[in-house]
């Protein structure tokens, strides 16, 4: 909460995407690293939560954040809700097509303004305009309209609340009886349907669970970008939240927070590289494979064990 008196703005605005993607990979792991469950599909969520909050603010009077927020988290929400009640009667390979397949399902009718014609010629001439492709301004919070200067630090501190909120919820929801479930579903679905475990009814709660803390990650990515483009709808950047989870560790709580951060700061240094930007992702994929399976968590609490546990 302090970083915005020690950091220029440009930084802050860094460390505010890092929060908001350790929220979008917190809530994707609930389903990944918890349930076992790999997902194509959550950019989805992450993108129709920005997108209808903007639709909110366009064909509306609403102009506050706090609409924008719940109206997008809804929406993110209900679609996980329809989704996941298709997908999660599937698991393993079917369970990631599947998902992928309805992901791209929805960047085709943004993509191809299906969506924006539902909303009429404003919506189709809205949708010539930018592609697809929609701009917010600076909304008020909590009744109040910021200057430019002051609108990313205040944003940040909502961003940081909302960010430590989402972390003590999915903390709490994967050490409840119902963690335990998914972890049993993700260790051997047979044997936990054979104690009683209803396998479908718990993977689809974890999937509309995992939908909102994504979903709310993308309307505050929305806000704090204030650019919102049919591609934060592909399936690829749904990749791009699970290299940052497996970069982190998917079996540690804080592991897919760590490769958030960590995933943030290589595309900021890699961003100002013409050629070669992706093949440090790669490169570093394949590092974290090979050497510390286990990701940048796992790695670090091994290295730590082995130094507590060594002879003297």
Same mark, same amino acid.
């Given at each position: 909460?302090?970083?915005?008196?020690?950091?220029?703005?440009?930084?802050?605005?860094?460390?505010?995407?890092?929060?908001?993607?350790?929220?979008?990979?917190?809530?994707?792991?609930?389903?990944?690293?918890?349930?076992?469950?790999?997902?194509?599909?959550?950019?989805?969520?992450?993108?129709?939560?920005?997108?209808?909050?903007?639709?909110?603010?366009?064909?509306?009077?609403?102009?506050?954040?706090?609409?924008?927020?719940?109206?997008?988290?809804?929406?993110?929400?209900?679609?996980?809700?329809?989704?996941?009640?298709?997908?999660?009667?599937?698991?393993?390979?079917?369970?990631?097509?599947?998902?992928?397949?309805?992901?791209?399902?929805?960047?085709? $009718?943004? /993509?191809?303004?299906?969506?924006? =014609?539902? !909303?009429? *010629?404003?919506?189709?001439?809205?949708? @010539?305009?930018? %592609?697809?492709?929609?701009?917010?301004?600076?909304?008020?919070?909590?009744?109040?309209?910021?200057?430019?200067?002051?609108?990313?630090?205040?944003?940040?501190?909502?961003?940081?609340?909302?960010?430590?909120?989402?972390?003590?919820?999915?903390?709490?929801?994967?050490?409840?009886?119902?963690?335990?479930?998914?972890?049993?579903?993700?260790?051997?679905?047979?044997?936990?349907?054979?104690?009683?475990?209803?396998?479908?009814?718990?993977?689809?709660?974890?999937?509309?669970?995992?939908?909102?803390?994504?979903?709310?990650?993308?309307?505050?990515?929305?806000?704090?970008?204030?650019?919102?483009?049919?591609?934060?709808?592909?399936?690829?950047?749904?990749?791009?939240?699970? $290299?940052? /989870?497996?970069?982190?560790?998917? =079996?540690? !709580?804080? *592991?897919?927070?760590?490769?958030?951060? @960590?995933?943030? %700061?290589?595309?900021?240094?890699?961003?100002?590289?013409?050629?070669?930007?992706?093949?440090?992702?790669?490169?570093?994929?394949?590092?974290?494979?090979?050497?510390?399976?286990?990701?940048?968590?796992?790695?670090?609490?091994?290295?730590?064990?082995?130094?507590?546990?060594?002879?003297?």
């Amino acid at each position: 909460m302090a970083m915005p008196a020690a950091l220029a703005p440009y930084p802050l605005f860094i460390l505010a995407n890092m929060l908001v993607l350790a929220i979008a990979c917190l809530g994707l792991n609930l389903l990944y690293g918890t349930a076992g469950s790999l997902s194509f599909g959550h950019a989805a969520f992450f993108g129709i939560a920005a997108y209808s909050g903007a639709f909110l603010y366009r064909f509306s009077s609403a102009e506050s954040f706090e609409a924008y927020f719940a109206s997008g988290v809804l929406a993110a929400s209900l679609l996980a809700a329809v989704i996941g009640f298709f997908c999660a009667r599937t698991s393993k390979i079917f369970f990631a097509i599947l998902t992928l397949s309805f992901c791209m399902i929805v960047y085709s $009718l943004f /993509i191809n303004g299906a969506v924006f =014609r539902l !909303f009429g *010629g404003l919506g189709w001439a809205l949708y @010539l305009l930018g %592609g697809g492709a929609m701009f917010l301004p600076r909304l008020s919070i909590l009744g109040t309209v910021y200057a430019p200067e002051a609108f990313i630090p205040v944003l940040y501190r909502v961003i940081v609340v909302a960010f430590v909120f989402s972390a003590l919820v999915l903390w709490r929801i994967t050490a409840s009886p119902f963690g335990l479930a998914l972890r049993a579903i993700r260790d051997n679905e047979t044997r936990a349907a054979f104690v009683g475990i209803p396998v479908w009814r718990y993977r689809w709660f974890a999937f509309i669970l995992s939908g909102l803390f994504v979903g709310a990650a993308g309307s505050l990515y929305g806000e704090l970008a204030r650019q919102i483009t049919p591609e934060q709808l592909h399936w690829l950047f749904s990749a791009k939240l699970i $290299l940052a /989870i497996v970069l982190g560790g998917s =079996r540690h !709580f804080l *592991g897919p927070v760590v490769g958030a951060f @960590l995933f943030v %700061g290589i595309d900021e240094v890699a961003s100002q590289w013409t050629v070669g930007r992706y093949m440090a992702f790669g490169i570093l994929l394949i590092f974290v494979v090979l050497a510390i399976p286990r990701g940048i968590a796992g790695g670090v609490i091994t290295a730590l064990e082995w130094q507590r546990t060594r002879p003297r």
